[in-house]
């Protein structure tokens, strides 16, 4: 990135790490190892990364923004405050 002058792939390979990822590293050269070595002593500015999550982020859709949701997980659960109470005598 121009921006805080590095390249690209240490960019990449930076910010997977900040997210808990271990990249495998596929340099043809040894320049591109060396290059992407580099990536370990990278610090993202917090904005830099944020823009990169930002950007990276796609939306999860079913069951994750359902589960999201405190009432359906208590009620999934079983600790709906709104459910009917058990019968007093049992239906014939």
């Known amino acids: 990135m121009r921006e805080i002058g590095v390249a690209p792939d240490q960019v990449a ?4 790490s900040t997210r808990g ?7 043809r050269t040894a320049q591109q190892l060396r290059k992407n070595l580099g990536a370990t002593v990278l610090q993202l500015p917090p904005e830099h990364a944020a823009r990169l999550d930002a950007a990276s982020a796609i939306p999860l859709g079913f069951p994750h923004d359902f589960l999201a ?3 359906q997980r208590n009620r999934l659960n079983g600790r709906d405050e709104n459910k009917m109470s058990p019968l007093e005598r049992p239906v014939a």
Do not use: K, Q, S, T
């Open 21 to 27: 990822v271990v990249p495998i590293l596929g340099p």
């Open 13 to 16: 390979l930076a910010w997977l």
């Open 69 to 71: 949701d405190a009432r």
